[in-house]
């Protein structure tokens, strides 16, 4: 039963990633998870010396908030302030990520919070993060019900707002043209990638939500070049990493996390070698 869950929190967080990820590749904004990861650090720990708790929702708060604001500032840093993109990602998650670890030193040196413990997860951890009701009935794990939540959300916000994601995602000039303010949409897919990254990397660590959001949208581009279709190929390629990349990990008594993402990029090559030899 226990792999069944970490397969399961595996898929769920390929798949949230993989929604997010196929809009953000097209914007050629990919790195921003990796800034996000990074820049919420301070936020966790904030959350902490404010309401004194290490519970998930508490640290999820604080870090969605934190990551909102990253987004804020790395867009401002781009647009107003004409640095390139890449630059300004660096800059905003290197301060934010030095400031976090500046404050875990200073307010919480006797208490268990570091940065390695709030922002590496591991999905061998996950059985053993239930969610056990006062009358001590379990529920399972945690992390199932507030992954499942997040992809409720990201399939009701795509579905029922695609045209406008379409448009400004694709062509952001014409958009504004229509009437489609680009900047709110662009405002607006960036602040729930941010909570999606921030409730994925809590139960499986960043390296497995960055691969996840780069490598299996990238994967489904080499395939096709629709929108829909992407979305739903690069989920399917999501559920397939959990799936071996969990056995790989158990038969090399390895990190499932790592073996997730090495099977992510050995699916994206073989895609990739496919295509060439096709030519």
Known sequence: ????????????????????????MLKKMSMIGDAISHSILPG?????????????????????????????IIEFLNKKIKIK?????????TFMFSLGVILISLFTKKIDLDQECVLYGELSYVPLNLWITKNGINLGPKPIYILVIILIINII??????????????????????????????????????????????????????????IPPATAYLLTKKLKVIIIISGIIGIINSLLGYFLAYYTDGSISSAMSIISGIIFFTCFIIKKLKK
């Open 1 to 24: 039963m226990d792999s069944l869950f970490i397969i399961l929190v595996g898929a769920l967080v390929s798949i949230n990633c993989s929604i997010i990820g196929s809009y953000l």
């Open 44 to 72: 966790i720990v904030i959350s902490f010396l404010i309401t004194k708790s290490k519970t998930s929702i508490t640290m999820i708060i604080g870090s969605s908030i934190i990551g909102v604001i990253t987004i804020l």
């Open 85 to 93: 993109k890449n630059s300004s990602i660096g800059i905003v998650f």
């Open 157 to 214: 916000f795509v579905k029922l707002n695609y045209k406008e994601l379409y448009i400004t995602t694709f062509d952001p000039k014409f958009s504004n043209t229509i009437g489609i303010n680009s900047k709110i949409w662009n405002y607006l897919i960036m602040i729930i990638s941010s909570v999606t990254i921030v409730t994925s990397f809590e139960s499986v660590g960043s390296i497995l939500v960055l691969s996840m959001i780069i």
